[in-house]
């Protein structure tokens, strides 16, 4: 006999499951919802766990620096970090938290210091306090004299030999203590981590690499330059194997707060409006520290000719520029995308692939690419059309070949964004403009153009903006040369972002106030042009809505 069917009232189930129905619905979601909850549980747990890890890490070199003001805001965010993402209300500060957070770190925070740094003298020479100073004079004229102690010395590092903090291991001659000295001071180390050579010289340190002859040698202006203060004076090395404690010839004396030569009786008085010891012929220590100057840095950029005359030229250039790099590629890319809009031409899709290939180039790549494309002797460009010129030993063929190399990297964006925009316009409008007896030309004057610059406008106030400050453009390519007799700090063809780069990290010696200065000029000339640009579209927006 066959069994009943279960029908939909049927109480047949399979054994060990529970009925459709039998739980109530809140049990039934808590109990699928279980796995996410956990997830999510476990989630946070970690985070917060890598929070209390960073802010821990962070804390001690603000105790150590007694940096109390920011150890209070460290725990602070921490505390609030916590009390956030551990109590089950304010569900919208979640999200908005982090992303603010990242925007205070790696936007706000740098813009800030780049403004305060404006007003400082901050820069080689300047880096550090008033004692700091005292002690770089008082270290940089040691000199041996009868009488100075002289060391055994083994040179090492902590770390790799090439790359690894210098340090000096001297044996006293009359005691055999071994101690390890760097720019912080000498400090005594255990007989039982060091093993010394008859004659004093430390073979191996625990903690340490002891460099042989030849790796000491690549090193050896490092090994010159380092002084290892001492309460007599200082340790300076002669050689690579002895050292000598010498005295120094200059010392501050608090009294006048001026700093005093021993052997020639000149002194040094401080300048604490420069941050600096000044003689009284004008004659400064390179020593100094750093003191807020005013407006100092933005009226040197404006008056000294040594800086203005530089950044005025460079400014033009730096216009012309931008505006040639946006517009060429602009006109360029518009044009072709115009071209292949037509539905008269066939393949536009191979055509389309084979455009945009310089820009799924990398562009660090493809610049140096060109750089060497553009060589006067073996590069393509002469050899292709049988030329011999100077591209990058003149000023005009050197912006020139600049503008060349930007219009070849950016019209096929410029293309990209043309025939998304074109696909956006009705066709019914051009058509409208033919049936009224208008040109090709007219209908793309008065409709086409018009209705393009509406949609584009903003990408191109943005690639303005970029290219105003596209330091690879040129740092890979000519490095802001050709560069005048008179002056190797600003070439021909350098941006204001590349004077200012090497104002900043030059070989003639870094001036960060400076370069923080003109930073501050850069973000206002662009912001000021963006700005007016942005106005002027949202009028044309409103003619054409």
Not at 411 to 420: D, N
Not at 495 to 523: M, P, W
Request: hydrophobic residues 45%.
């Amino acid at each position: 006999m066959n069994a009943p069917l279960s029908g939909p009232g049927s109480a047949q189930q399979a054994p060990g499951r529970e009925p459709v129905g039998s739980r109530p619905p809140g049990q039934r979601a808590a109990r699928d919802h279980a796995p996410t909850t956990l997830t999510g549980l476990a989630v946070k747990v970690v985070l917060l766990g890598l929070t209390a890890g960073i802010a821990t890490w962070a804390a001690f070199p603000l105790v150590e620096a007694e940096k109390w003001v920011g150890l209070a805001l460290l725990a602070a965010t921490t505390a609030g970090l916590f009390y956030l993402y551990l109590t089950p209300r304010h569900i919208p500060a979640k999200y908005l938290v982090p992303g603010t957070l990242f925007l205070i770190a790696f936007q706000v925070f740098p813009v800030l210091y780049t403004a305060s740094t404006a007003f400082t003298n901050f820069g080689d020479g300047h880096r550090g306090t008033k004692d700091d100073a005292v002690v770089a004079i008082q270290t940089a004229s040691v000199k041996q004299v009868p009488g100075s102690v002289e060391y055994a010395l083994s040179i090492a590092t902590k770390g790799a030999p090439t790359a690894g903090p210098l340090v000096f291991l001297v044996t006293d001659p009359s005691t055999g203590i071994v101690s390890v000295g760097d720019a912080e001071g000498l400090r005594q180390l255990d007989p039982a981590d060091v093993t010394v050579a008859p004659g004093g010289k430390v073979t191996a340190a625990d903690g340490y690499t002891v460099l042989n002859f030849g790796q000491a040698g690549a090193r050896g202006q490092e090994i010159t330059d380092l002084v290892v203060p001492t309460a007599g004076g200082a340790i300076r090395s002669t050689g690579l194997t002895r050292a000598y404690e010498g005295k120094a010839v200059r010392a501050y004396d608090a009294g006048c707060d001026c700093v005093r030569d021993s052997e020639t009786g000149k002194s040094w008085s401080a300048d604490e409006e420069t941050g600096s010891f000044v003689a009284a012929d004008g004659e400064r220590l390179a020593q100094g520290w750093k003191v807020n100057v005013g407006l100092s840095n933005f009226s040197r950029v404006l008056t000294d000719p040594n800086i203005s005359g530089p950044f005025f030229g460079t400014l033009i250039w730096n216009f012309g520029f931008a505006i040639g790099s946006t517009g060429l590629t602009f006109l360029l890319g518009m044009a072709i995308a115009l071209a292949l809009h037509s539905p008269r031409v066939r393949g536009t899709n191979l055509y389309r692939v084979l455009l945009i290939l310089p820009y799924a180039m990398p562009s660090f790549a493809m610049l140096l690419i060109w750089r060497d494309m553009f060589n006067t002797d073996f590069g393509l460009v002469n050899n292709l059309f049988g030329l011999g010129v100077d591209w990058f030993g003149q000023d005009w063929s050197a912006r020139a070949a600049v503008l060349l190399v930007q219009l070849w990297l950016g019209y096929p964006y410029m293309f990209l964004v043309a025939t998304g925009a074109l696909q956006a316009i009705p066709a019914e409008l051009t058509e409208a403009t033919s049936v009224d007896g208008a040109s090709p030309w007219q209908s793309f004057r008065a409709v086409t153009l018009p209705l393009l610059l509406v949609a584009l406008s903003p990408l191109l106030i943005a690639s303005f903006a970029y290219n105003f400050n596209n330091i690879n453009a040129i740092w890979l390519t000519t490095e802001g040369g050709p560069f005048p007799a008179d002056n190797p700090r600003n070439g021909a063809t350098d941006l204001l972002i590349t004077y200012t780069y090497r104002l900043a990290f030059g070989a003639q010696g870094a001036e960060y106030g400076t370069a923080a200065a003109v930073s501050i000029f850069i973000f206002a000339i662009v912001a000021t042009v963006s700005a007016i640009s942005f106005r002027r579209t949202r009028k044309q927006e409103e003619v054409y809505a």
